[in-house]
């Protein structure tokens, strides 16, 4: 059974930042992509950034860029979201996913995690 499980998540002030972390198991991801998205209270899901998994081929959103770094780490068969400058808009629910092959976009994707919840205050 395929399992995403997230963790790292918490309160911190504006400026701080938080380490999040996605454990997968149950099967192996080589030729996967795996991707953080959050949602905030009323908001929409978004991208936030994806890694594939076998090259460590990154992309991020816009609102993240250079603020946020995606790695992995494969024997211990985790996924990092690194988040500094953090500010109260990055306040969201963040969810890992995991599809087969493809690009963030691509479609959609075929596990995710139960999510951790981030909130910066001001």
């Known amino acids: 059974q395929v399992q995403l499980v997230e963790s790292g998540g918490g309160l911190v002030q504006a400026g701080g930042s938080l380490r999040l972390s996605c454990a997968a198991s149950?099967?192996?991801?080589?030729?996967?992509?795996l991707a953080w998205f959050r949602q905030a209270l009323g908001k929409e899901r978004e991208f936030v950034a994806s890694?594939?998994?076998?090259?460590?081929?990154?992309y991020y959103a816009d609102s993240v860029k250079d603020r946020f770094t995606i790695s992995r780490d494969k024997p211990k068969n985790t996924m990092y979201l690194q988040m500094n400058s953090l500010q109260p808009e990055d306040t969201a629910v963040y969810y890992c996913?995991?599809?087969?092959?493809?690009?963030?976009?691509?479609?959609?994707?075929?596990?995710w995690g139960q999510g951790t919840q981030v909130t910066v205050s001001s």
């Open positions: 149950g099967r192996n991801f080589s030729w996967y992509l």
């Open positions: 890694i594939t998994w076998t090259g460590g081929a990154t």
């Open positions: 996913a995991a599809r087969y092959g493809g690009t963030w976009s691509s479609g959609p994707y075929d596990y």
